[in-house]
């Protein structure tokens, strides 16, 4: 267990400075400004590419996206490992970051929230194990995780105020990681 459970120090540090960070933004709402991406001031503050993948709007986005996190996450970091589940996660946060300033609705609207990177893991996700069952609420049976994720890519794009483009980046990163994991994971057992 407690291998398992140091493959998870990583996840659990993800979900740890978002929680702070979103208690931080509860006490002082200008720090959503300062964090969030908004493609009129990334020249001026470039680390917002990464520092908004750790903040949230609302107490349910952030719950949605942890456990999602948490889910995802708990399973890539055994099946890969802390050092690629962190690399995907930061490389499917970051390009989806990316699509989002070149497609963003106003130069002015400001970009939140882990959901590009955690798109990433479940792309990875998808694409390495299609046939896992998963429980998606309020959906009484379980769906193929490949159908739980693109099918939240799709319901999800179709909310006002989401940023689809960063969910966009995140998956589309997801999905080619994914094959490339499952190649090297297929070929590492034929080898002899």
Known sequence: MAYRGSKLTALWLLI??????FIATLIEQDLILRLGLAPASFWDWPW??????FIHASIWHILANMLTLYFFGSYLCTLLGAKKFLIV???GGIL????YL??????YSIA???SGAIFALGG?????RPRLRVFVIPIPAPLPLWVAV???FIILSFFPNVAWQAHLGGLVLGLVAGYFFRRRERYSYTRR
Do not use: D, E, K
Request: proline content about 6%; hydrophobic content about 60%.
């Open 16 to 21: 740890a400075i978002n929680l702070l960070l």
């Open 96 to 99: 989806g970051n990316i699509l």
């Open 112 to 114: 939140i929230g882990a």
């Open 89 to 91: 996660y930061f490389c």
């Open 48 to 53: 917002t590419i990464v520092t908004n993948l």
């Open 150 to 152: 693109i099918g939240g």
């Open 124 to 128: 990875v996700l998808a694409v390495m």
């Open 102 to 107: 070149l497609l963003a609705p106003s130069p």
